[in-house]
């Protein structure tokens, strides 16, 4: 587990130097450390080294492990990164912090009415299928802008800001830099793009959040 803290330490340092080499404020990029799959025992040498901010895909396995992580580290937070079921909207709103895959008028209206019941208001995001690959979650591109308004004016949401995950065989750099217009275009602050392979790059082109996880917990053994 010793392992784990090295290579956090590492991503870390890699990720301050993007920032300094793309002139980019201290403090602007975070950290999401992808924990999906990874079970608790090997989460825990992160939170003991300091990280709060995790990624997870499921809303089961997040209910299985994460409530008694939390019970040690209240003040965690975390991201849904993984597609989500209309009808997951309700453990959605309960168990996460920030859900950054919102993508589809249906998702919107249940977790607008879950929000309201519970009185608990996740961030969210809107997930942007930059290279509109049709095995993938989230809005076309030159949707974004009617897909926001309707979640702000039907649904009364507070969009945060966007994310994506360009095709695997492509260069990233234009699909960071077309989110990045995106989200400038609509006055939203938040950008998170760039995982293990690439965040360097992402950092380059502007985003506020990276999701990382192979690069500190190691090969997962399942997607």
């Given at each position: 587990?010793?392992?784990v803290?090295?290579?956090?330490?590492?991503v870390n340092s890699?990720i301050a130097e993007?920032?300094?080499?793309?002139?980019?404020?201290?403090?602007?990029v975070?950290?999401?450390?992808v924990?999906?799959t990874?079970?608790?025992?090997?989460i825990e040498?992160?939170l003991?080294?300091?990280?709060r901010?995790?990624?997870?895909?499921?809303?089961q396995?997040?209910?299985e492990?994460?409530?008694?992580?939390?019970s040690?580290?209240p003040?965690v937070?975390l991201?849904?990164?993984?597609?989500?079921?209309?009808n997951?909207?309700?453990?959605?709103v309960?168990?996460?912090?920030?859900?950054?895959?919102?993508d589809?008028?249906?998702?919107?209206?249940?977790?607008a009415?879950?929000?309201t019941?519970q009185?608990?208001?996740p961030?969210?995001l809107?997930q942007?299928?930059?290279?509109a690959?049709?095995q993938?979650?989230g809005?076309?591109p030159?949707?974004?802008?009617?897909?926001?308004?309707e979640?702000r004016?039907?649904?009364?949401?507070a969009i945060a800001g966007?994310?994506?995950?360009?095709?695997?065989?492509?260069p990233?750099?234009?699909?960071?830099?077309?989110?990045?217009?995106i989200?400038?275009r609509?006055?939203?602050?938040?950008?998170?793009?760039?995982?293990s392979?690439?965040?360097?790059?992402a950092?380059?082109?502007?985003?506020?959040?990276?999701?990382?996880g192979?690069?500190?917990?190691?090969?997962?053994?399942?997607?």
């Open positions: 587990m010793s392992d803290v090295d290579h956090l330490a590492q890699a993007a920032a300094v080499a793309a002139k980019r404020p201290a403090g602007a975070t950290l999401v450390a924990s999906k990874f079970p608790a025992e090997a040498p992160a003991a080294a300091g990280q901010v995790f990624g997870e895909n499921y809303v396995e997040t209910r492990k994460w409530p008694a992580l939390r040690r580290y003040d937070e991201h849904m990164i993984g597609p989500l079921q209309s997951k909207a309700k453990d959605a309960q168990l996460f912090d920030v859900i950054e895959s919102l589809r008028s249906s998702l919107a209206k249940e977790l009415k879950e929000m019941r009185q608990r208001r961030k969210l809107v942007v299928n930059t290279g690959e049709p993938k979650g809005v076309l030159e949707m974004v802008d009617a897909f926001l308004a979640c004016d039907l649904h009364g949401l966007l994310m994506a995950i360009p095709p695997a065989d492509e990233p750099a234009p699909h960071f830099a077309l989110l990045t217009t989200a400038r609509n006055n939203l602050a938040v950008v998170s793009m760039g995982m392979a690439d965040f360097a790059t950092i380059a082109m502007g985003a506020t959040h990276v999701r990382v192979s690069a500190i917990f190691g090969t997962r053994s399942k997607a």
